[in-house]
């Protein structure tokens, strides 16, 4: 309340001393104002239509960051409206991790915002170091006055720096920096509204990393840490959108499903099955490497999603799985009739390759395929072994 106030009362100041340069017949009263009166008044006047305008920026640019669900994002728009509202040579986001582990997360330099990739800082060196150590903001107007910080990392054209810890239910989860080449670059009212717009990073932070913990969750098997059926589900969806957009383009699938997993669960327990399943997802992710996305996709059946693959490039895929599998036996651990005991179990499973668009027009169908193809061309046949769709 005290700002609007405030500039109403300046404002009114301000209207007197102009009208007295419009009336001719007030010069000796306009002359007769003290000159350092006058320069408090038109100085406040200026301060309080500036704190006016960087508190109004300050609250435009928390609504940005605290409607952002994607820590990138929320960083990306951070950098990008301090170093617009304040002239800088240099600004850093520092990511404080693992309590004591410092990142440089987003940089400004020579006039452009670099995503960097975490360059890691000593907690307890340069600048940053400094406000991790006390936990408060500083502002120095010149070199002179950081000299004695050690290890700094700043060019070497830097005077003045802000640097302001970010702060979320108490804890330091970042460092914000500001560099100019300038002496007394920065005031009081910029380090305070630093200080203000580093609060809603800090809770913009907080509502990101709780919004990627439940999607995870969501979107995630607890058991085997792979992707789920719901993943895979809106992968399918915009997969197909590609398909039906672009010309030879593919999306083939692998489904698999263990063989007589049940008797696995009932000699040894659910606990060895459990080993299995873990065991299996990691082999399946450490063949299909980068080359597609692994997800449980219910109970012991798995799903390999392979964009741009065609066909028999997919078989091979299928079969060099299955081999891993059924060679290599699974260590499991069983503690039935209370005894610790350790076994090789030798498991496979069946596959089924579906593509599209030759298999199938939409994702449904897809999945249905090659869920035929694996029952009917592999389990029906023998187990143990590969089939492609056949219509």
Known sequence: MGIPYFHHRVSNWSSFIFSLFRSRNCIDSFIGIPLLTLSIILTLYYKSNQINHY??????????????LEKMKVLDIFIEKITKMIPVEAAYIIDVYDQDKLKIVREFENGMIHLKPGTNKSSKKGISGYVYGIRESVLFHSRKQWKNIEYSQLPESVESVIGVPVKRNQDLVGIVILASNKKRAFDRTQLMLIDLLSTYLGVAIEN????????KQSEHCPLTGLYNYRFIENELQKEFELI????????????????????????????????????????????VGGRGTVARYGGEEFVVLLPSYKNEDTLLLAEELRQ???????????????????YSLLVTASFGVATAPNDADDPLSLIRHADRAMYIGAKRAGRNRVAGYVS
């Open 55 to 68: 508190l109004q920026q300050a609250s435009e640019i928390g609504h940005q960051l605290t409607e952002r």
């Open 324 to 342: 891993n599998i059924a060679d290599t036996p699974f260590t499991i651990e069983t503690t039935l009739q209370n005894v610790n005991q350790t």
């Open 208 to 215: 990101a990393r709780n919004y990627e913990i439940t999607k």
């Open 244 to 287: 039906s957009s672009q010309e030879d383009k593919s999306l083939s699938i692998i489904l698999l499903d263990l063989d007589h997993f049940k008797s696995v669960n009932d000699t040894y327990g659910h606990h060895a099955g459990n080993e299995v399943l873990i065991e299996l997802a990691n082999r399946i992710v450490k063949t």
